[in-house]
């Protein structure tokens, strides 16, 4: 499959992408006739492109793409928007157009680690900037504000027409003035009416910039889309800084909260011991944590406001369509992937986390400059916005085995937990007895931990591989208290660092645990490799 990353305006045909339709409309005409539909379509890499297909290819694939659901597309044709165009979804230069040989299928693998949406948001401050062309639509993120009633009139062609206007307020006071036409009108007074939670945070999705009696506002077109209270990183960002910006005794609506799940913002004098298990003084600002065994609820407090955190088990991950997950782990390992070649093809990593569980995580190569000094072995960080996704049935030798795995995007952010964390494990193991090795299937997908005791070490082996590549390795036998045993080869790096920690207590007992091991058979017998 072709990443939509790579899709580039050429006389190629033959594409194949998984992507999954994150909006769909009609292209209506101002005679009323439908000119065909357009479509924005998000794949794996959270990159996104807008597709369309004219009237006579709507006929025959208009119903079998539904908005939300996952397909392989193949042979279409990938087109620069040209220069007269106006009014494109979204910046960018190139579109996919489906053609008469284009094939759709759904697909039906595991896909809940591609998102729903995607938005590129810009600040309320700079919709001013954008206002002065018409080449391309834009995103924004605001609190809902001044919302005013519904007005109507009467256009010059007869129609009755409605809109709504009312105050997009993002960080530092900027404002901008919104416009809904129409179907969102009404939306936008239904959301107000039918949601409980406030205040009322929207993303307006591909809406258009116009300067109007001498103010920027945004404006709704046949692409734009509108999503209240989102859980998506965007909106989730307007909230954060709306409660970093309030006073730290302006109350929620909550008096005793009972779950970390609530939240609520300190109103009369400390202690509430029957809210918070531990609290204190310190400089008038009160810090305390909330936790069971699954969830850890942090408060993070600064001068003046407090807000506050929950942060996710490792157990309670799941491969959904979420990308806010929260996570505080310690860095047990980390790696770089190195391909045949010696190319990096990313960074692998196993993560800790205080209620004993365990997971892998993946960061792609184009996110290694930003991340990678973050991850040193024994660290405690808090990982947020990342993915879960799925192991599938062409992912070899797992770190261990599971069934998920995390996966760090362009907006995950790492940060170093610079307090004391006490109790919080290094490593997680799970050791395969050795008298139970036998009882591992040859076509398993993961690797295990193994513990015994070394005996009969040899000397280190070299010879020249069919590179020219010199290659060493190292034998040795690993055995347990019931006399069952295995024997054991490390390789390279391994093999040479194993022999300096052995050094120097030769015809001692030595135990050794040998973590994400491979087995392998060799010579009727089974054996421990690590490569």
Same mark, same amino acid.
């Given at each position: 499959?072709?990443?939509?990353?790579?899709?580039?305006?050429s006389?190629?045909?033959?594409?194949?992408?998984?992507v999954?339709?994150?909006?769909?409309?009609?292209?209506?005409?101002?005679?009323?006739?439908?000119?065909?539909?357009?479509?924005?379509?998000?794949?794996?890499?959270?990159?996104?492109?807008?597709?369309?297909?004219?009237s006579?290819?709507?006929?025959?694939?208009?119903?079998?793409?539904v908005?939300?659901?996952?397909?392989?597309?193949?042979?279409?044709?990938?087109?620069?928007?040209?220069?007269?165009?106006?009014?494109?979804?979204?910046?960018?230069?190139?579109?996919?157009?489906?053609?008469?040989?284009?094939i759709?299928?759904?697909?039906?693998?595991?896909?809940?680690?591609?998102?729903?949406?995607v938005?590129?948001?810009i600040?309320?401050?700079?919709?001013?900037?954008?206002?002065?062309?018409?080449?391309y639509?834009?995103?924004?993120?605001?609190?809902?504000?001044?919302?005013e009633?519904?007005?109507?009139?009467?256009?010059?062609?007869?129609?009755?027409?409605?809109?709504?206007?009312?105050?997009?307020?993002?960080?530092?006071?900027?404002i901008?003035?919104?416009?809904?036409?129409?179907?969102?009108?009404?939306?936008?007074?239904?959301?107000?009416?039918? !949601?409980?939670?406030r205040?009322?945070?929207?993303?307006?999705?591909?809406?258009?910039?116009?300067?109007?009696?001498?103010?920027?506002?945004?404006?709704?077109?046949?692409?734009?889309?509108?999503?209240?209270?989102?859980?998506?990183?965007?909106?989730?960002?307007?909230?954060?800084?709306l409660?970093?910006?309030?006073?730290?005794?302006r109350?929620?609506?909550?008096?005793?909260?009972?779950?970390?799940?609530?939240?609520?913002?300190?109103?009369?004098?400390?202690?509430?011991?029957?809210?918070?298990?531990?609290?204190?003084?310190?400089?008038?600002?009160?810090?305390?944590?909330?936790?069971?065994?699954?969830?850890?609820?942090?408060?993070?407090?600064?001068?003046?406001?407090?807000?506050?955190?929950?942060?996710?088990?490792?157990?309670?991950?799941?491969?959904?369509?979420?990308?806010?997950?929260?996570?505080?782990?310690?860095?047990?390992?980390?790696?770089?992937?190195?391909?045949?070649?010696?190319?990096?093809?990313?960074?692998?990593?196993?993560?800790?986390?205080?209620?004993?569980?365990?997971m892998?995580?993946?960061?792609?190569?184009?996110?290694?400059?930003?991340?990678?000094?973050?991850?040193?072995?024994?660290?405690i960080?808090?990982?947020?916005?990342?993915?879960?996704?799925?192991?599938?049935?062409?992912?070899?030798?797992r770190?261990?085995?599971?069934?998920?795995?995390?996966?760090?995007?362009?907006?995950?952010?790492?940060?170093?937990v610079?307090?004391?964390?006490?109790n919080?494990?290094?490593?997680?193991?799970?050791?395969?007895?050795?008298?139970?090795?036998?009882?591992?299937?040859?076509?398993?997908?993961?690797l295990?931990?193994?513990?015994?005791?070394?005996?009969?070490?040899?000397p280190?082996? !070299?010879?020249?591989?069919?590179n020219?590549?010199?290659?060493?390795?190292?034998?040795?036998?690993?055995?347990?208290n019931?006399?069952?045993?295995?024997?054991?080869?490390?390789?390279?790096?391994?093999?040479?660092?194993?022999?300096?920690?052995?050094?120097?207590?030769?015809?001692?007992?030595?135990?050794?645990?040998?973590?994400?091991?491979?087995?392998?058979?060799?010579?009727?017998?089974?054996?421990?490799v690590?490569?």
């Open positions: 499959m072709d990443s939509l990353l790579t899709l580039e305006p006389a190629k045909q033959d594409w194949k992408i998984r999954r339709v994150y909006r769909k409309w009609r292209h209506i005409r101002v005679n009323g006739q439908t000119a065909g539909i357009n479509m924005i379509f998000v794949d794996e890499n959270v990159r996104r492109i807008h597709a369309r297909m004219n006579t290819i709507m006929l025959r694939l208009g119903s079998l793409l908005e939300g659901d996952v397909f392989n597309i193949e042979n279409f044709i990938v087109r620069r928007y040209r220069a007269h165009e106006r009014n494109q979804c979204f910046k960018d230069d190139k579109r996919i157009f489906l053609t008469d040989s284009t759709i299928n759904l697909f039906s693998g595991p896909h809940e680690f591609i998102p729903k949406h938005f590129d948001c600040p309320l401050n700079t919709v001013v900037q954008h206002a002065w062309q018409d080449t639509l834009i995103d924004v993120c605001g609190i809902v504000t001044d919302l009633p519904i007005h109507q009139f009467v256009s010059i062609r007869g129609e009755e027409q409605i809109f709504v206007r009312f105050v997009l307020a993002g960080k530092n006071n900027n901008v003035k919104a416009t809904m036409w129409n179907e969102l009108a009404l939306f936008m007074h239904m959301s107000l009416a039918n !949601r409980t939670q205040p009322l945070i929207v993303i307006i999705a591909s809406c258009k910039a116009i300067i109007w009696q001498g103010s920027p506002t945004v404006v709704n077109m046949q692409a734009t889309r509108i999503f209240v209270n989102s859980s998506h990183p965007e909106s989730v960002t307007v909230r954060v800084e409660f970093q910006s309030m006073p730290l005794k109350n929620i609506d909550s008096t005793i909260p009972i779950h970390p799940d609530v939240v609520g913002i300190l109103h009369s004098v400390m202690p509430i011991t029957h809210v918070i298990q531990r609290s204190s003084y310190r400089k008038d600002i009160i810090r305390f944590v909330i936790k069971d065994n699954k969830t850890r609820t942090q408060s993070f407090a600064t001068y003046n406001f407090e807000y506050t955190i929950v942060m996710d088990s490792l157990a309670n991950l799941r491969p959904i369509p979420k990308q806010d997950w929260k996570v505080r782990v310690r860095v047990s390992r980390f790696w770089r992937r190195i391909l045949g070649n010696d190319e990096i093809n990313g960074i692998g990593f196993i993560v800790v986390d205080e209620n004993g569980f365990r892998l995580g993946r960061i792609k190569t184009g996110l290694v400059p930003r991340l990678e000094h973050e991850f040193e072995e024994g660290r960080i808090d990982i947020v916005n990342f993915v879960v996704r799925p192991y599938t049935e062409h992912h070899c030798y770190c261990f085995l599971d069934d998920k795995y995390m996966f760090l995007t362009s907006i995950t952010t790492v940060r170093p610079e307090e004391a964390v006490p919080f494990p290094m490593h997680i193991f799970c050791c395969t007895p050795l008298n139970q090795i036998i009882d591992y299937n040859d076509h398993e997908t993961y295990i931990d193994v513990l015994g005791f070394v005996l009969n070490v040899e280190i082996g !070299r010879f020249i591989n069919k020219g590549v010199e290659q060493t390795f190292l034998k040795f036998v690993l055995s347990s019931d006399d069952s045993s295995a024997s054991v080869k490390l390789w390279n790096n391994f093999a040479n660092s194993f022999l300096e920690h052995i050094e120097g207590i030769a015809g001692q007992p030595m135990s050794v645990m040998i973590s994400s091991c491979k087995v392998i058979f060799h010579q009727g017998l089974k054996k421990f690590v490569v």
